[in-house]
């Protein structure tokens, strides 16, 4: 047997089978951060970026992201998500905006890539729409805040690991 899940014992690369796992409750919570100059965060909170409103693009094309994660990833099971929650934090005193994304569904793996994802094209999104504003804006510390559900359990990150 392969000591990797997503090689066969020939050496090939294969989708992993959970056809005979448990469907479960399965939620993920990850978050990203875009920083940027103080300028381009208030023209995005007063709806003043000349390609419009900059966070409900994101946040649809978070949703969007999530719903296709399995077009982007190659060994990512095609889910039916039943849930897909996307919110920003405006932290003015970092001059950044917080991301969260939060996935949910009945099925047999988990949703923490499709959270990743979503987190990850909210925030190339702000970049897009803002990049000609600030080209020096960042994005960073995309990471899985918590995930429930399914044989591994329970995965909270402590606050000591937030940045």
Do not use: W
Request: hydrophobic share 40%; with cysteine.
């Amino acid at each position: 047997m392969s000591r990797f899940t997503h090689i066969d014992n020939e050496g090939c690369v294969r989708m992993v089978d959970v056809s005979e796992k448990e469907p479960t409750t399965r939620v993920a919570v990850a978050q990203g951060v875009v920083t940027m100059n103080p300028e381009t965060l208030e023209s995005i909170y007063n709806q003043n970026i000349k390609k419009g409103n900059v966070i409900e693009t994101a946040r649809i094309a978070g949703i969007m992201a999530a719903k296709k994660t399995s077009d982007l990833i190659p060994m990512c099971h095609p889910l039916n998500l039943t849930h897909i929650k996307i919110d920003f934090f405006p932290e003015k005193h970092a001059n950044s905006i917080r991301i969260e994304a939060s996935v949910r569904l009945v099925g047999r793996t988990g949703v923490e890539i499709e959270a990743l994802t979503a987190v990850s094209i909210a925030a190339l999104t702000i970049y897009d729409m803002c990049k000609s504003y600030d080209r020096a804006m960042s994005i960073s510390n995309i990471y899985l805040l918590e995930k429930s559900g399914g044989k591994s359990g329970t995965f909270v990150r402590t606050k000591a690991e937030i940045k």
